[in-house]
């Protein structure tokens, strides 16, 4: 069964400061993989995905993520962060022909001044 | 395009009554949603697939007879919580599977719907 890693639980960023955010995957064959935001009471919102081609993929808002199969790792970048990003992140991995998806226990991205 | 619905957005209802939260896909069909919960600061724990009609596949340790799961139609998935306990006060997020003008099924997921039970 595929399973997930998000081995930072919080993460305090300065606004203007560059953001990493690391994801870990076990899963047999190529992963579907996603970011997801969610601000508090609210959905998810699809940041970026990757299903093949180019292991760096670009998303919304700025994010970008690249997929190093080497690793298993699908880490999530911005250079720099602004307040409004401070949200909850899930990193996903979905199995390929049925998407049912498997999430991370997320990261709380907190911006300080 | 892709836009899932929830309603209603939250409630508030008392012990032992039921409550029906409605999952719709609204621009394209869905023959597959999922059902979702999330604890407070949480992750996201799938509770059931439901698939249009047919029954729907629960996973581990969810009460099916607690958790109707009704998809009568091609966009419209619905969620009951029957006898409702505090304890099932939570946040459900259901998702529709969908093309939405790509080649890759992918999950479009709903907004939540915020229970709490008094």
């Known amino acids: 069964a595929q399973s997930v890693t998000q081995p930072d639980i919080h993460i305090t960023v300065s606004e203007g400061a560059s953001l990493e955010l690391r994801c870990n995957y076990s899963?047999?064959?190529?992963?579907?993989l996603f970011w997801y935001v969610q601000s508090p009471g609210q959905g998810l919102q699809l940041l970026l995905k990757?299903?093949?081609?180019?292991?760096l993929v670009q998303g919304i808002k700025g994010f970008e993520a690249e997929f190093k199969r080497s690793q298993s790792s699908f880490n999530l970048r911005k250079p720099s962060v602004h307040w409004s990003d401070a949200a909850e992140y899930f990193c996903?991995?979905?199995?390929?022909?049925?998407?049912?998806?498997?999430f991370g226990k997320g990261t709380m991205l907190l911006v300080s001044p | 395009g892709a836009v899932v619905s929830q309603h209603p957005s939250w409630v508030i209802c008392k012990s032992g009554t039921s409550v029906k939260i409605e999952c719709r896909s609204l621009?394209?069909?869905?023959?597959?949603m999922f059902w979702y919960r999330q604890f407070p600061k949480q992750s996201l724990m799938l509770m059931a697939t439901?698939?249009?009609?047919?029954?729907?596949?629960?996973e581990q340790g969810v009460e099916k007879d607690k958790f109707l799961i009704n998809h009568a139609s091609l966009t419209l998935s619905t969620l009951t919580v029957t006898s409702a306990h505090p304890e099932d006060s939570s946040f459900y997020i259901c998702?529709?599977?969908?093309?939405?003008?790509?080649?890759?099924?992918?999950?479009?997921f709903g907004p939540g719907t915020r229970l709490t039970v008094t």
């Open positions: 899963y047999g064959a190529t992963p579907y």
């Open positions: 996903a991995v979905g199995v390929a022909g049925y998407s049912t998806l498997t």
């Open positions: 998702s529709a599977l969908g093309l939405a003008g790509g080649t890759i099924l992918e999950q479009y």
């Open positions: 621009d394209f069909q869905a023959t597959t």
């Open positions: 439901s698939n249009e009609g047919s029954k729907a596949t629960y």
């Open positions: 990757y299903f093949s081609g180019d292991t």
